[in-house]
Nanobody
Framework: VQLQASGGGLVQAGGSLRLSCAAS????????VGWFRQVPGKEREFVGLINWRGDMTWYVDSVKGRFTISRDNAKNTVYLQMNSLKPEDTAVYYC?????????????????WGQGTQVTVSS
């Protein structure tokens, strides 16, 4: 399976973006899918996770109440709706499939990382 994140761009603080994570090659509707972000020189940071049914989500505290993950299994796509964006949200955003048990905060429990999409929030 291959994942491709898209929808990034430049937005002013307070604005919104919706990222998409599309899967090809194989359905991923039986897997939980996570979003991570990374800035140069820092480790990849967990942003959020959605279970395979789409009825449970988890978020890092810094995005709770602002970001929402959803999925459309018929379209093999997971979304990350980002509202009230802040300059500190600037990063490359990645999606990946959670393939191992354990903490959903750890990138090592994920595989099939897609190419990231750049999000830049100006102040």
């Amino acid at each position: 399976v291959q994942l491709q994140a898209s929808g990034g761009g430049l937005v002013q603080a307070g604005g919104s973006l919706r990222l998409s994570c599309a899967a090809s090659g194989r359905t991923f509707n039986t897997y939980a899918v996570g979003w991570f972000r990374q800035v140069p020189g820092k480790e990849r940071e967990f942003v959020g996770l959605i279970n395979w049914r789409g009825d449970m989500t988890w978020y890092v505290d810094s995005v709770k109440g602002r970001f929402t993950i959803s999925r459309d299994n018929a379209k093999n796509t997971v979304y990350l709706q980002m509202n009230s964006l802040k300059p500190e949200d600037t990063a490359v955003y990645y999606c990946a499939i959670k393939t191992r048990g354990g903490s959903h905060y750890s990138p090592s429990n994920y595989a099939y990382w897609g190419q990231g999409t750049q999000v830049t929030v100006s102040s």
